[in-house]
C-alpha cells in the first residue's frame, strides 16, 4: 500500500467513522484534556493499524476494535502515571463558560464511565446498536457472555434512574 492509498483509506475512513473515535475518547477520558489525547492516540492507532485489516469485519467493527483497546491501553497508562497530576478543565471552566449540554446525555456517561472497562465497552457499543455477536468479536467475549452482561447493566441503569428520580421528589 503506497502512502498515498493508506492516506486516501484513513482520511475517508476517519471522516466517516470520527463519531466512534468521540464516543471512545468521551468514555474513557476524564477530562476535555484527555479526551483529546485519547482521540489522537486512536487515530494513531487506526493509522499504525490499516495494513493490518484483513476485511474479516466491517469496517466500522475493526475501528471500534482498535478504539476500545486503545483506550483500555491508555487507561492503564493514565491510572498508573496520573496520580497527582492536576485535572485544569476546573480552572479553564472558571475562565470560559460551558456550552449548553442535555443533562440526560451527561448523565448517561456519567453511569457509564462508572462502569469496569469491559462493560463500558459494551454499553458504548450497545448504545451504537451493535449486534451481541459484533460485541463478541470486538471484545473476544462470548455472546452468552455479552447478553448477560447487556442485561445487567441495563438493569443497574434502571435501578439507579429509578432511585434518582424518587430521590428527587
Known amino acids: 500500500m503506497t502512502d498515498a492509498e493508506r492516506n486516501g483509506i484513513f482520511e475517508s475512513w476517519i471522516e466517516a467513522h470520527k463519531a466512534i473515535l468521540f464516543k471512545v475518547a468521551r468514555a474513557y477520558g476524564a477530562t476535555h ?8 492516540e486512536i487515530a494513531l492507532q487506526v493509522w499504525h493499524s490499516l495494513a493490518a485489516f484483513r476485511g474479516d469485519s466491517a469496517i466500522a467493527t475493526w475501528i471500534y476494535r482498535v478504539a476500545l483497546n486503545t483506550a483500555l491501553a491508555w487507561s492503564r497508562k493514565e491510572r498508573k502515571h496520573g496520580r497527582g497530576r492536576q485535572d485544569f478543565d476546573a480552572a479553564t471552566a472558571l475562565l470560559v463558560a460551558p456550552p449548553e449540554r442535555d443533562p440526560r446525555i ?12 469491559v462493560n463500558r465497552s459494551l454499553a458504548l457499543l450497545m448504545l451504537d446498536g451493535f449486534s451481541y455477536r459484533d460485541m463478541s468479536q470486538i471484545l473476544g467475549l462470548g455472546e452468552s457472555n455479552v447478553g448477560v452482561r447487556i ?18 421528589l
Do not use: S, V
Not at 484534556?33 to 489522537?40: G, I, P, T
Not at 438493569?155 to 429509578?162: C, F, H, K, S, T
Open 106 to 117: 451527561e448523565w448517561i456517561y456519567r453511569q457509564i464511565a462508572e462502569l469496569d472497562e
Open 151 to 168: 442485561n445487567r447493566i441495563k438493569a443497574a441503569l434502571a435501578a439507579r434512574l429509578g432511585k434518582e428520580q424518587t430521590d428527587g
Open 33 to 40: 484534556a484527555d479526551r483529546e489525547d485519547l482521540f489522537q
